[in-house]
């Protein structure tokens, strides 16, 4: 992936496209703005978070870096766990695309603020309550990582975001497990983005905090008339990820008419909203 594959993608005003970076990251173009929601495109994982028991280590590089990516408008983090908010990644882009604003759940707003981007810059997310930007319409989602984390002040800690643009609704999860009320709030959706990872106690031993199963992810899509899968959170650590084909043939047993696209890292995906 070239910073000119991007840029140079032409779309229709009917059409969007998908970029993946790896992990959970996705930039979606959307006419000329361009949203960018969890980039991990360091090594800071691996650098700062292994353990004698679990090993970090990326599968495969960034398919781009950040300092590329000088003309992203906005740019989410779902929570604080440094695969999704990364410091190396945002002061990266902090300073790449001056003018990019960092949308993130309000109880995050003090990480980013310690990464050293300005206060002026960042807009915390509270859930149900709507941002608009430009021509899109962000409504972020309660997401529970494992379980919901609201602070003292009823904010959840992490959040996933759907992003209402004209004909098209696209949901990203960030880390998240299904909970009772969040197939209600996702009906209808065009493309839904979720981990499919899982959880476990070993894991969860070792602090490494879990999401859906793949089960559970064709299971959601299923209720929610959904129109198409993307499974996410699987490739990256293998401490951490899961075989894509168990993904494949748990959705071909359970739902074998479900739409879903599985991506390799920097490949482009154009959505239509015509039908």
Known sequence: ?????????????????????????????????????????????????????????????????????????YIFCTHEHFDHCDPDTLRALAQASPEAVFIVPLPATAALLSYGIPAERIIGARADTEITLDECKILPVPAAHEELHPDENGCYRELGYKLLFDGLTLYHAGDCCIYDGLAERLMDTDVLMLPVNGRGYYKLREDIIGNMTAEEAVLLARETNAGMLIPLHYDLYDVNGVNPAAFVDTLFSINPSQCFHMFAPGERYILSSEK
């Not at 229709?12 to 990251?25: D, H, I, P, R, S």
């Not at 978070?49 to 003309?71: G, H, M, N």
């Open 1 to 73: 992936m070239t910073r000119n594959f991007i840029l140079n993608t032409e779309l229709t005003e009917k059409q969007a496209a998908l970029f993946y970076l790896g992990q959970e990251g996705m930039m979606i173009k959307y006419h000329d703005r361009y949203f960018l929601i969890d980039p991990y495109l360091s090594d800071y994982v691996d650098r700062h978070c292994r353990t004698d028991k679990v090993q970090w280590s990326r599968r495969y590089p960034a398919p781009i870096q950040a300092e590329e990516l000088d003309f992203v408008n």
